[in-house]
């Protein structure tokens, strides 16, 4: 069980920042930041999430356009933008990530099934991202204020993959947030039944 200062370092201090320090986030910590995203249990093993890190200026002034106005100093501001997405044909992968399971039929055989597993999967790999970059020591800041259509045809399209939410993650500059702003009682969220 994590002690005070773990679980501060992943929710009870950690804070989502608005405005991003100039301190980039090298490749090797985003390759670290998968693999333990990689490791988060989704059914059947089935890893559904794909993720596109965009660092360079030319990706950023691609992705843009399809940014809410809301949003546009925010995410541009960030070192990295990843666009969390997932494989509508997730199913592929099956037989490699889960051999001793006939799963790949099931999914092959019902897009509705299959398209459900991806994105409710895929959110949840997304979440863990959020996680486990909070554990390596980086802000996230995930962002929905987007034109998912521009961003799949700008950066999806060839791969097949479908955009759920952008990622921003780097080290924030958290001095000027307001103070937290309020969350759901257990007795307002929660039933024990």
Partial sequence: MLDDSGLDLLFQKARTPRRWMARPVEPALLRRLYSLVS?????????????V?????????????ALSAGNINRVMGAPV????????????????????????????????????????NGTLEGAYMITAARALGLDALPISGFDQ?????????????RANFLLCLGYGDIEQLPPRAPRLGFDEACRLL
Avoid: Q
């Fill in 149 to 161: 259509n521009m961003v799949e045809d700008a950066f999806l399209a060839e791969d097949g993959w």
């Fill in 81 to 120: 933008i990843a666009i969390v997405a997932y494989d509508p044909l997730f199913f592929d992968e099956l037989p490699r990530l889960a051999p001793n399971e006939e799963l790949r039929s099931w999914f092959a055989a019902d897009v509705g099934l299959a398209e459900e597993t991806a994105f409710r």
């Fill in 53 to 65: 890190f965009i660092t360079a200026s030319e990706g950023r002034e691609r992705l843009r356009p």
């Fill in 39 to 51: 490791l988060g249990p989704t059914s059947g093993n089935c890893s559904p999430a794909r993720f």
